[in-house]
């Protein structure tokens, strides 16, 4: 599209006519030597050039590609040392509202001789001076297109005679960048109508204007080992002037020095440059039929480069942004934490216990070492037990009352009503005539605890039978089966937690080794590492780096299409925005087109693996459990290490396991 643009505009420039216009000066001002050395050492051929502030002249679009604030201060003497040619050029890029520009632009002549009607002479020192001011601004449309205008505002003052007039410059600037390794890095067109409003001038009697022209830049950018090289064309169509065509090379060397020549309507041009940090320094030498001229030019950029204030500005919102999401997902897990204890005590109190505990425990899968969870979570297990045991009371089957009310008296050490438990279900179980009835009874339920792969209560039935019937070879076969299933499951556990440990995911760790105690509640080892392990958890620890993408082959990234930056970078933008106000599917919509265009643009892979996160804690919160897993699940495919999504999957999946179980 950009190319056939630039193809109508070619045809525009080749077949404009040239209408006659009676008060004009029929000839170019003497601004057409331009500014700076460098272009002036390219043949003039600037109007697809990029590189300094002295570019808002032959180009106003040309100042949107600059990075830094610069100073460039041009001169030139011209025929004799009573000619003077000199510039100053600045542009100001801002971060985001375009680029402003401004330079000044004077030709002063003196030593000209005034006469009087008799030819007397009245001054052998008269003063011609012409000043153009020029105000503009660029900025980019897209990342490749970018337009430009200048406000010019001329004046001429000769002895006592002066005058002024304002003008107007139009350009647009296009970039096609090449990938890979090819010897052509890419290509630049600029088209520029200088004076599309004429300034004009009226010094005595009769107005006359600078004449409007049209002119067509291309460029073509290559390079070699370590030289860059430009190679430009203009194709300059004046109003009343003849057509002529500029040519123009630039060599350069590690970007420090710089080999120009070019032909200015056949006209040679030559240049050299050097550049040192952030000055450099340029010489053209220009021949014309009125003789050769030396030009020099210093350019001088300062502050920060516009990469690197995007850079600063990007980072400082990001930290913004990330600030805020860390707040708002510590608020949703204290808020979370919270609602699931008042629902925990709530049936607690409606003597729900099974349902209670369930809740309880989801806390701590939260929040580790909560005191009132934890002791919430001893109670209902003791009253579940009691419970059980007075249900087995109840129809007098007085071992499983037994075996019930010593787990209670476990968690409650010196409970007096487990305690006057126990010694009731003794008692009735001494004044059973036949021994060998209890024994069966008792292997009844260890069995049956065996069979539901309950092995820890299987193990303290075998247990009991063994103390009551020493004997009893096919409870102590069973006990040995118990032992070796135990060991296995808690083998399994502790190398989960060493696992997760290893990747940092301290909670699951820690939640393996609370399921070890499950089966072996006396392991000191594990009771070490799970203080251990909740001393790390507590630490900050540094957020992870983005995986960067592999390199892609130099063959794939010749055929890659080109991503519009500057639309990625809308898209980022509002999609911060949305971060900002909490519309987290906003977010999550915008970031997701960014990742598919580039997943390594800027921060998008954190961010939405984050928005994923927050949306998972929105599903979390109204206990829709299968929803919030599916989400984190998506936020695993972004950023499959991610230790935070792991642990809110693990968290979940374990609390939706549970109350599936109590459900049940």
Partial sequence: MITRVFHCMLLSLLFAAPPAYSQSYGTELPFVLGTGAR?????VAGVSVRGDASIQYYNPSGTSYLEWRQF??????????????HTVSYAH????YGTFGFSVLRLDISGIEERDPTNQLLSSDLHNTQTRLLLGYSKHVTSSLAGGVNIKVDNQSFGSFSGSGVGVDVGISATQRRRGNSFVRGFRQGFVIQNLIEPSLKLNQDKVADPMQIALGFSVLSSFGGAYMETAIDLVNPRFSPFRIQIGQEIRYIDKFSLRFGLDDGSPAYGLGARYKSAALDYAYRNTDLGGNHQFSVSIRFGASLSEQKSKARARLEREVNDKISLRMDELERTQIQTTLQKGDSLFARREYGKALGRFESALLWQPGNKHAEDRSIKCKYHGLMDQAGAALTVE???QGLFFAKQALELVPQDPQATAV???CNQKLADLQSSAQLANSLLKTAIDFYASRQYAKALAAFDELLRLDPGNELAREYRKKCLLQIEEIVH??????????GRGDYV???ESLRRLLAYKPSDAAAKARIAELERENRQPRPVPAQPQPP??????????????TSLLEQKYSRGMEFFNKGDFDGAVGLFTEIWAADPSFHDVARLLTKAYLLMGMRFYSRDDYASAIEVWKKALTIDPDNVKVRRYLSRTDAEFRQSKAYDE
Avoid: K, W
């Fill in 39 to 43: 272009v002036t050492g390219m043949g």
């Fill in 72 to 85: 460039v201060f041009f001169r030139s003497v011209l025929f004799d040392s009573d000619v003077v040619y």
């Fill in 93 to 96: 890029p801002l971060l985001n």
């Fill in 397 to 399: 089957d007085y071992v």
């Fill in 422 to 424: 126990i010694e009731r």
């Fill in 492 to 501: 399994r556990h502790r190398l989960e937690s060493h696992s997760a440990a």
């Fill in 508 to 510: 699951s760790a820690i």
């Fill in 551 to 564: 390199p892609t082959p130099a063959a794939a990234q010749e055929v890659r299409p080109t991503v519009d």
